[in-house]
């Protein structure tokens, strides 16, 4: 059976070693986060000046236009349910 004694307490070196080293990992990791190190620049909203409406009659390349969509064919609708036989009737 285990006692007290055979556990001795951590000394109050090491637990502060352990407390900052906790602490110095968890600011460098939201550091790390903020920086974004290594991570490829963000894309920057155009600015104002670049975002002109449409002039009249114009409907693609402006704010606002119409924007084209890329659509695949619908599938053919199926005959019969898969894995079931018609009947045939004389």
Same mark, same amino acid.
């Given at each position: 059976?285990?006692?007290?004694?055979?556990?001795? &307490? =951590?000394?109050?070196?090491?637990?502060?070693? !352990?407390?900052?080293?906790?602490? =110095?990992? &968890?600011v460098t990791? !939201?550091?790390?986060?903020?920086?974004?190190?290594?991570?490829?620049?963000?894309?920057?909203?155009?600015?104002?000046?670049?975002?002109?409406?449409? &002039?009249?009659?114009?409907?693609?390349g402006c704010?606002?236009?119409?924007?084209?969509? !890329?659509?695949?064919?619908?599938?053919?609708?199926?005959?019969?349910?898969?894995?079931t036989v &018609?009947?045939?009737?004389?």
């Amino acid at each position: 059976m285990a006692r007290e004694g055979d556990f001795p &307490a =951590t000394p109050l070196r090491r637990r502060l070693l !352990i407390a900052g080293l906790a602490v =110095t990992t &968890a600011v460098t990791l !939201i550091l790390m986060m903020l920086e974004r190190v290594g991570a490829p620049p963000l894309p920057r909203p155009p600015s104002t000046q670049e975002q002109v409406g449409c &002039a009249a009659g114009q409907s693609t390349g402006c704010v606002g236009g119409k924007a084209d969509v !890329i659509l695949l064919p619908a599938r053919p609708a199926a005959s019969t349910p898969s894995g079931t036989v &018609a009947e045939r009737r004389p």
